[in-house]
């Protein structure tokens, strides 16, 4: 969907008020966020989301991690129209990776100083609960690395089909070894658009709840938004709040992360004739997300789905954290996108654009710079 910035000069005053307000403290209701969206420039959202991000990141430190992102399969019971990366469980492509496999993979992450596995799938319709657990003790015994792993799509298929609670499954995963839940498969958080684009996936109220449990027994997670496709931007807006709102009860989200539809190889694109919003889009919905999320914390940009020069200028459009170097993503790249950066260059954008690059770990705990000359 397109974004028509219908700005004009008798909108200005109303808006400089309203982002005034906001950046001193006043929540920004949805009401104004959406007269944001549809009328606020470039410049002047730039211009509040860095205030903002000073408010709540004061200073010059821009963070990042080192990470990879394991697909353990591709096999899925669900059924994404933006996906090109899943496959049923009998098809012939079909890939459940060994421990083997696993732990080169692993072994790889840590030689390059990576901190933390992102696992993720794929949910198998075969698999058992106990296939998760044993693989994440199996990982913490072998190389006691950080284990990001899960999002509640998955939980949410592990707890039907072993017929357990949310908090039975997240208990069980906890257990075993799991440190924090990624916060994919929200993509929009409104059954509305999740109804059009996918099939088989935990609704709204169920990813809500996955996060509000795993909250509840003292775990920390990250909020997502795929945006750029059949949604209205009213329904970006709700997205929005209902992160908000969880975070004021649970405070469980450690970060926000916003990224575009990636359309190539998906049937989304081809049924809706659907083409990438470019990064114009991408920098004023985060720049709306910064002023809007004012209880969650950072603000990671999403230069594997943008590039490395629009994550430059993310970093003045409210982000504090270029998230990570990811040594592999196979969901993003069969949609099309294929940027990579090594920690020099990450560091490099960071540095041109006036900031101090740190490393970190996933509750954003700065890491030595002994320890990245040591991994150098
Ligand atoms: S996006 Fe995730 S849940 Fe949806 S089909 Fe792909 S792998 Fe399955």
Sequence with gaps: MAVVDTSTDTHREQIQGILDRTVS???????????????????????????????LNPGRLVTYIIDRNINYTNACLADCDFCAFYRKWNDNEAYVLSKEELGKKIQ???????????????????????????????????????????????IHAFSKINKLSYDEVLRALKEAGLNSLPGGGAEILVDRVRDEITRGKVDTEGWLEVHR?????????????????????????????????????TDGFTAFIDWTFQPENTR????????????????????????????????QSSWVTQGGRIGQVSLSFGCDDMGSIMIEENVVKAAGANFRMTEQVLRDLV??????????????????????????
């Design 25 to 55: 403290g006043e929540r920004l209701s949805d009401e104004n966020a959406l007269f944001l969206f549809e009328h606020a420039q470039l410049p002047e959202l730039s211009v509040a989301a860095t205030k903002m991000r000073q408010r």
């Design 108 to 154: 790889e992450t840590i030689d390059l100083g990576g901190r933390q596995i992102l696992l993720q799938g794929g949910m198998h319709p075969r698999l058992k609960l106990d296939f998760y657990t044993d693989m994440l003790s199996w990982i913490k015994k072998e190389f006691g690395i950080h284990l990001h792993a899960f999002s509640a799509p998955e």
């Design 213 to 249: 449990v795993w909250h509840s027994l003292g775990g920390h997670s990250s909020a997502t938004m795929m945006f750029g496709h059949v949604e209205t931007l009213a329904e970006r807006v709700e997205t929005f709040r209902r992160y908000r709102e969880l975070q004021d009860e």
């Design 351 to 376: 540095t041109e654009a006036g900031y101090v690059p740190r490393r970190r770990n996933f509750f954003y705990e700065l890491q030595p710079d002994a320890d990245l000359e040591k991994n150098a």
């Design 268 to 299: 989304l694109a081809q049924t809706h004739d659907l083409r990438e919003v470019g990064s114009w889009d991408y920098l004023r919905t985060t720049a709306i997300a910064r002023l809007y999320l004012d209880n969650i914390r950072h603000l």
